[in-house]
């Protein structure tokens, strides 16, 4: 009974939900109705005022309708008259050719052999021009070559024929050109020193060949038209030639000048000094020239010893007595000092002077013979050291440019020339030494010799 009656309830209370739920969709039924109705009227509304307007638009076009046939009307009459107009000038331009090309060649016909002399006269120009733009002249006499062109490109553009002035100028100028070729004259002009400072200075021109100023050599920028001091100047046997022609009065003077326009005066001053050519050696280039310089000083130290050495045995050899200020001398004191001695123990006596006179007379042989070995070793090292440098730029930047293996390069090869450079005269003055060490020795065990036989010989006799 108790499930029945929970039953009716729940299906109570669903048909109560469902009467709300009705209730609540026929009002907003209502409200969506009034909605669209507005929506219709205005509609409705906006369809009449178009349609009036495109009324009044048609109404518009149909007036402007004659308009526009009266413009396109006038437009196709323009267009027919164009196009008479065009074919009366091409007619015209047809006739006219055929005028211009009968009038060329009765120029050509009175032109005759002017023709062709008119084209040489353009190419001279054209020649001329380049080659007072590299002359060192144009330096002094500014404005030829820009006569020249424009009277060149004048000629090769237009018909326009030279004139009797202009032709008179081309034939003044190439004269001017080979006057000036031959003499040697002084002018004032800016020069650009190697600072960069600009200077006033007073340039002597050597023909067409170089520009001096202050015992320098100068150059010649055709591009900027400005005269500039060589950074590096050649060797001084050729500045020492400067200074004798600015000081000449009109004499005969040896000048160093460049016959092909610079180019053997500017490789000429790329060249390396000798300081710059040892620095290219590097490390171990300095070390070669210290020890060839030891080398040098022990030698000639050495040998102005021996010298005065051998010039005391050989006054000692014309003197009966014995002086200590040589080795012949110490040596035949032993004579004196030991006269009862026999024969083998004097014999002993003189050996041991004449070994205690070694290590004298040869001191330093044996660091200079050192030395001359040891520098073209050094000189190898640094050939190797150089090479791998060489071998090591190759490897990062390959073969394309020269200039990155000219260090390593200039290393191998200078320091194998700084090592036979020491080692050649150091063999030399070892050389020398050895034979003026040995000939004193000579003398010493000869004289020795002379006083044993001797005391042999008045041992024999008693």
């Given at each position: 009974?108790?499930?029945?009656?929970?039953?009716?309830?729940?299906?109570?209370?669903?048909?109560?939900?469902?009467?709300?739920?009705?209730?609540?969709?026929?009002?907003?039924?209502?409200?969506?109705?009034?909605?669209?109705?507005?929506?219709?009227?205005?509609?409705?509304?906006?369809?009449?005022?178009?349609?009036?307007?495109?009324?009044?638009?048609?109404?518009?076009?149909?007036?402007?309708?004659?308009?526009?046939?009266?413009?396109?009307?006038?437009?196709?009459?323009?267009?027919?008259?164009?196009?008479?107009?065009?074919?009366?000038?091409?007619?015209?331009?047809e006739?006219?050719?055929?005028?211009?090309?009968?009038?060329?060649?009765?120029?050509d016909?009175?032109?005759?052999?002017?023709?062709?002399?008119?084209?040489?006269?353009?190419?001279?120009?054209?020649?001329?021009?380049?080659?007072?733009?590299?002359?060192?002249?144009?330096?002094?006499?500014?404005?030829?070559?820009?006569?020249?062109?424009?009277?060149?490109?004048?000629?090769?553009?237009?018909?326009?024929?030279a004139?009797?002035?202009?032709?008179?100028?081309v034939?003044?100028?190439?004269?001017?050109e080979?006057?000036?070729?031959g003499?040697?004259?002084?002018?004032?002009?800016?020069?650009?020193?190697?600072?960069?400072?600009?200077?006033?200075?007073?340039?002597?021109?050597?023909?067409?060949?170089?520009?001096v100023?202050?015992?320098?050599?100068?150059?010649?920028?055709?591009?900027?038209?400005?005269?500039?001091?060589?950074?590096?100047?050649?060797?001084?046997?050729?500045?020492?030639?400067?200074?004798?022609?600015?000081?000449?009065?009109?004499?005969?003077?040896?000048?160093?000048?460049?016959?092909?326009?610079?180019?053997?005066?500017?490789?000429?001053?790329?060249?390396?000094?000798?300081?710059?050519?040892?620095?290219?050696?590097?490390?171990?280039?300095?070390?070669?020239?210290?020890?060839?310089?030891?080398?040098?000083?022990?030698?000639?130290?050495?040998?102005?010893?021996?010298?005065?050495t051998?010039?005391?045995?050989?006054?000692?050899?014309?003197?009966?007595?014995f002086?200590?200020?040589?080795?012949?001398?110490?040596?035949?004191?032993?004579?004196?000092?030991?006269?009862?001695?026999?024969?083998?123990?004097?014999?002993?006596?003189?050996?041991?002077?004449?070994?205690?006179?070694?290590?004298?007379?040869?001191?330093?042989?044996?660091i200079?013979k050192?030395?001359?070995?040891?520098?073209?070793?050094?000189?190898?090292?640094?050939?190797?050291?150089?090479?791998?440098?060489?071998?090591?730029?190759?490897?990062?930047?390959g073969?394309?440019?020269?200039?990155?293996?000219?260090?390593?390069?200039?290393?191998?090869?200078?320091?194998?020339?700084?090592g036979?450079?020491?080692?050649?005269?150091?063999?030399?003055?070892?050389?020398i030494?050895?034979?003026?060490?040995?000939?004193?020795?000579?003398?010493l065990?000869?004289?020795?010799s002379?006083?044993?036989?001797?005391?042999?010989?008045?041992t024999?006799?008693?």
């Open positions: 009974m108790k499930m029945k009656f929970n039953s009716l309830v729940g299906k109570a209370i669903a048909t109560a939900a469902a009467v709300l739920m009705a209730c609540s969709v026929n009002a907003q039924d209502n409200e969506r109705a009034i909605d669209l109705d507005a929506l219709l009227k205005q509609l409705e509304d906006g369809k009449f005022a178009q349609s009036e307007q495109n009324k009044q638009r048609e109404a518009d076009f149909a007036a402007r309708s004659a308009e526009q046939t009266q413009i396109l009307r006038d437009t196709l009459a323009r267009r027919d008259a164009m196009l008479r107009d065009s074919e009366t000038l091409e007619t015209e331009f006739q006219n050719e055929f005028k211009l090309a009968d009038l060329n060649g009765a120029l016909n009175r032109l005759g052999s002017l023709k062709e002399l008119f084209g040489v006269l353009q190419q001279v120009a054209g020649d001329t021009k380049n080659k007072f733009y590299n002359s060192v002249i144009s330096a002094q006499i500014s404005g030829r070559a820009e006569f020249l062109d424009e009277m060149a490109q004048s000629m090769g553009n237009s018909s326009k024929l004139s009797i002035e202009e032709i008179e100028r034939w003044f100028e190439i004269q001017r080979m006057t000036e070729s003499k040697v004259t002084k002018f004032t002009t800016e020069v650009v020193e190697a600072d960069g400072s600009k200077v006033s200075k007073e340039v002597t021109r050597v023909g067409p060949f170089a520009l100023a202050d015992g320098k050599y100068l150059d010649y920028d055709s591009v900027t038209e400005t005269v500039s001091e060589l950074v590096r100047q050649p060797q001084d046997r050729f500045l020492s030639s400067i200074d004798d022609l600015e000081s000449s009065n009109g004499d005969l003077i040896g000048f160093g000048l460049d016959p092909t326009g610079g180019s053997i005066l500017g490789l000429l001053v790329q060249a390396p000094s000798l300081k710059e050519r040892v620095e290219q050696g590097g490390l171990v280039g300095y070390i070669i020239l210290i020890v060839g310089a030891i080398g040098f000083v022990l030698a000639i130290y050495r040998l102005i010893a021996l010298s005065i051998q010039a005391k045995v050989n006054k000692q050899l014309k003197s009966d007595s002086s200590s200020n040589n080795p012949l001398g110490r040596v035949m004191q032993v004579r004196d000092k030991y006269p009862h001695a026999d024969t083998e123990s004097l014999e002993l006596h003189l050996t041991e002077a004449i070994l205690g006179e070694l290590p004298k007379l040869g001191s330093f042989l044996t200079i050192i030395i001359s070995v040891v520098a073209p070793l050094m000189g190898l090292l640094g050939t190797v050291t150089g090479m791998i440098i060489t071998f090591q730029q190759i490897t990062l930047f073969t394309g440019d020269p200039k990155l293996m000219a260090g390593g390069i200039s290393t191998a090869l200078v320091t194998t020339v700084l036979l450079v020491v080692a050649i005269p150091t063999t030399l003055l070892y050389a030494l050895n034979t003026r060490n040995k000939n004193i020795v000579y003398i065990q000869e004289q020795a002379g006083v044993i036989a001797e005391r042999a010989e008045k024999a006799s008693k």
